[in-house]
């Protein structure tokens, strides 16, 4: 075994063991010698090497892997169009965030991307500019708005923003099993690459708990929550496409978001508004307190 492939000695297993095992690793990876693409060969190479190294390591026992299939087969069993188990997995293992680390390298002041979790959902209805994409969710009115630049501040007309957010309640619309479309929507930007919306006051939730990745999550002792926020994706041609969030400056659960999601840029002033004050489009609220919040969007250009 040439020394990469071999993870190194485990402390307390003969030399003579430790060398039956890496024959093993070794025999595995040749037989990925004829792959013909050379990417899926390091891919597979690579993903074989570290999951003999943690077999190794931590000297796994039958019965233990036998636990690990059951875990990954129900994992796969919840798994449908409307509910992604292992997405979530992904998320709350922080592989999510990492695979967006590092496709998403820092570029000058672009807006830094996040976790795009479970809940996105293709074909979601258009608003004008300042229309309301709560759709009758439950929660507190939140006017969103901003700009879509390039990070030398040209405006972006045309910017395609994809929003989607939990009511107050901590549901997205697809979790209540009904065909109900709601607290999300598409808009455009106007000439001068402005948007602007009514959402919701973002407010924290749990991410699903009753399938096998709750129960990991309980089995370690960790918390199923995500700091309060709004999801955006953002496109527009020539640009690299954004998946971000942003999330409610004071927030408790801002260091401990269990997706691992927050970046501080990221964070903003969500300002509350009483009852009574005027709104920026004139809408009538009543007696309804509502808040507001500006969001600045910067895009990294196509490839960077
Ligand atoms: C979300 O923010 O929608 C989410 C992200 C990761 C896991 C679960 C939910
Ligand atoms: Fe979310």
């Known amino acids: 075994m040439s020394p990469e492939n071999d993870p190194g000695t485990t402390s307390g297993v003969s030399p003579e063991q430790q060398a039956r095992e890496a024959e093993l690793l070794d025999r595995v990876l040749a037989s990925f010698d004829a792959t013909p693409d050379a990417r899926m060969k390091q891919i597979m190479r690579s993903a074989v090497r570290h999951l003999h190294a943690f077999l190794r390591d931590v000297r796994l026992s039958e019965q233990e ?3 690990g299939i059951d875990f990954l087969t129900a994992v796969g069993h919840l798994t449908d169009e409307r509910r992604q188990e292992f997405v979530l997995l992904s998320d709350t293992l922080g592989v999510s965030m990492q695979t ?5 390298g820092a570029y000058a002041e672009a807006t830094e991307a996040t976790v795009v979790g479970p809940f996105f959902m293709q074909d979601s209805p258009e608003v004008e500019l300042g ?25 972006l007309p045309g910017a395609r ?3 989607w957010q939990a009511d ?7 979790q209540y099993g009904d065909d109900r479309v709601a ?21 924290p939730y749990p991410i699903p708990q009753d399938g096998p990745v709750g129960r990991m999550l309980e089995t370690v002792g960790r918390s199923p929550m995500r700091a309060s926020h709004l999801h955006f994706m953002v496109t527009a041609a020539g640009f690299r496409r954004l998946v971000t969030h942003i999330f409610v400056r004071g927030d408790e659960l801002l ?6 999601g927050v970046k501080e840029s990221l ?5 509350e508004q009483a009852a009574g004050t005027p709104t920026p489009d004139g809408r009538d609220l009543g007696a309804r307190t509502w808040s507001r919040v500006r969001f600045d969007i910067v895009l990294a250009p196509a490839g960077s």
């Open 183 to 203: 607290a999300r929507a598409h808009l455009f930007t106007d000439e001068q690459g402005r948007y602007a919306f009514w959402g919701i006051t973002p407010t």
């Open 131 to 155: 229309g309301d994409i709560s759709f009758g969710a439950a929660g507190e009115p939140c006017w969103v708005g901003g700009t879509v630049t390039g990070v030398d501040g040209t405006a």
């Open 168 to 174: 107050d309640q901590g549901f997205y619309d697809v």
């Open 267 to 271: 964070v903003k002033d969500f300002l």
């Open 161 to 163: 923003i994809e929003v």
């Open 65 to 67: 892997w036998k636990q």
């Open 100 to 104: 967006v680390a590092i496709n998403n």
């Open 255 to 260: 260091g401990r978001d269990s997706v691992f």
